[in-house]
């Protein structure tokens, strides 16, 4: 039996990380299995074990993945909007055509918050850990419990648009969501 070293090792788990990461954005954690994670890498079902436990162990891990990239954005968007003095531009990138186009790249509380219940412990941990971090970033622009107020407004949005089934739709949702915000009080 061929064995890795340290570094092949740790670079293929980053890579099995990042594909479970989108991949569980893009058609969430059900239809996400073990042989199709390692298959989009090019790795064996059996090359699996020398990573994780199991699939939850994996789950868990991914999502912590896919909310590295949301709370990066969050930062990025957030110093954005303070610069500009601006707090909607914040949303209107968030709400971007772009943004709602790429599920699996994009927001991983709007991608899977529906499913996050379902999951084991450690995953909604991991969830709730990475909602945490955004929702405190985005608390430099909308004060207060203002934060969690945006987040979920905006994220319910996202999911909402991609839910639906034309653009006059999504830009119905999107023009309300923007007229909402305008209203919210923003720091100086």
């Not at 569980?24 to 298959?39: C, L, P, Q, T, Y």
């Not at 994780?52 to 110093?79: C, G, H, I, S, Y």
């Not at 419990?145 to 407004?153: K, P, S, T, Y």
Request: aromatic share 6%; charged share 20%.
């Amino acid at each position: 039996m061929a064995r890795y070293n340290t570094e092949h090792h740790a670079k293929s788990h980053a890579v099995i990380l990042q594909a479970a990461s989108e991949l569980i954005r893009e058609h969430g954690f059900d239809a996400v299995s073990v042989g199709a994670v390692m298959k989009s890498v090019g790795l064996t079902h059996g090359g699996f074990y020398a990573h994780f436990a199991d699939k939850n162990d994996m789950l868990a891990a991914a999502m912590k993945q896919a909310l590295l990239p949301t709370v990066d954005r969050f930062e990025r968007w957030t110093a954005a909007a303070e610069a500009e003095g601006d707090a909607s531009q914040f949303a209107r990138t968030y709400l971007s055509d772009q943004h709602l186009a790429r599920p699996s790249e994009g927001c991983a509380a709007a991608a899977l918050v529906s499913e996050v219940p379902r999951q084991d412990m450690a995953l909604r941990t991991e969830f709730a850990e990475g909602v945490q971090k955004s929702a405190t970033i985005l608390g430099r622009i909308y004060p207060g419990d203002q934060a969690w107020g945006v987040f979920a407004l905006m994220s319910g949005a996202l999911a909402l648009m991609r839910a639906v089934p034309n653009d006059d739709m999504r830009a119905a949702i999107r023009a309300r969501v923007m007229r909402d915000l305008q209203k919210l009080a923003v720091p100086d």
